[in-house]
C-alpha cells in the first residue's frame, strides 16, 4: 500500500513535468552524464561512503565558504540519507533551460532502516563541460514500513542543513482556542434559543393553555 502511495505521487510528478520536459529536450549524452553525477553524488555524499570525493561533484556556489579539508570532515550543506543501491537514474525533470536542470529524485532506505521512502529535489548545471550539483534539498517523506501516517513535506532547510530534517507538526493545543471560540459563537444562541423554549412550555403547562406569543394591544389615546 505505501509502495502504491510512493508511485501514485512519482507519476502525478512526472505528468506535472511533462511541459518543462517539452520545453527542453534533454540530449542523450547529457542525460548519460546526469546519471553519471547523480550515482556518484548519491554514494560518496547522500551515502557518506567517500565524503571528499562529492567535493568535485558539487558547484562552487554550494561549497561556496567550506573548504575541501572541512567538507570531507562533514561540514557540508548535503543531508545524509540510508539509501538502497547504486543506480539513481530514476528521476523525473521539473524544469530545464540550456546548462540547467530542476529534478525530483525518489530514494529507498536500505532494510531495516528506521526512514521511510524520500523525495529530493536536485538543481545541475552544467559547468565547464560536467554536469554538476548545485542544491540537494528533501521535498517529501513516505512513511517505513513499521510506521503509519502519509506522506510529509518539507520546507527549505536552508544551507549546513547536515543532520536529518524533522516534520514540521502543528502544536495542538493551538487549535484549541479558536475551537472554543466557534464553539461559543455556535452554542451560546441555541442554548438561549433552548431556555427561552423550555421556559415557554412549562408555562403552558402551568396554565394550561399556550401562551400568547404576541404583545397586547396598546391601549387607546384619550
Do not use: C
Not at 542525460?31 to 553524488?41: G, S, V
Not at 539509501?83 to 536542470?101: M, V
Amino acid at each position: 500500500m505505501k509502495a502504491r502511495g510512493v508511485l501514485v505521487v512519482v507519476a502525478l510528478a512526472a505528468l506535472a513535468a511533462a511541459p518543462a520536459q517539452a520545453a527542453y529536450r534533454i540530449k542523450p549524452a547529457d542525460r548519460r552524464a546526469i546519471d553519471t553525477t547523480l550515482d556518484r553524488f548519491v554514494a560518496s555524499a547522500v551515502q557518506r561512503h567517500d565524503l571528499a570525493a562529492s567535493y568535485d561533484l558539487v558547484t562552487p556556489a554550494m561549497r561556496s565558504g567550506i573548504s575541501r579539508r572541512a567538507w570531507a570532515h562533514g561540514t557540508t550543506n548535503v543531508m545524509t540519507y540510508p539509501a538502497r543501491g547504486a543506480r539513481f537514474h530514476g528521476w523525473t525533470l521539473d524544469f530545464a533551460r540550456r546548462g540547467y536542470l530542476m529534478v525530483d529524485l525518489l530514494l529507498q532506505p536500505r532494510r531495516r532502516a528506521r526512514v521511510g521512502p524520500m523525495i529530493f529535489t536536485l538543481e545541475l548545471r552544467r559547468l565547464h563541460g560536467r554536469w554538476l550539483v548545485a542544491s540537494f534539498i528533501p521535498s517529501a517523506s513516505f512513511a517505513g514500513a513499521q510506521r503509519t501516517g502519509s506522506m510529509k513535506a518539507f520546507a527549505d532547510y536552508g544551507p549546513l542543513a547536515a543532520t536529518n530534517p524533522k516534520p514540521r507538526h502543528v502544536n495542538r493545543l493551538f487549535l484549541v482556542g479558536p475551537a472554543l471560540v466557534l464553539l461559543l459563537i455556535v452554542a451560546l444562541p441555541g442554548a438561549i434559543v433552548l431556555r427561552s423554549w423550555r421556559r415557554s412550555r412549562r408555562a403552558e403547562r402551568a396554565f394550561g393553555k399556550p401562551l400568547p406569543h404576541s404583545l397586547p394591544p396598546l391601549p387607546p389615546r384619550p
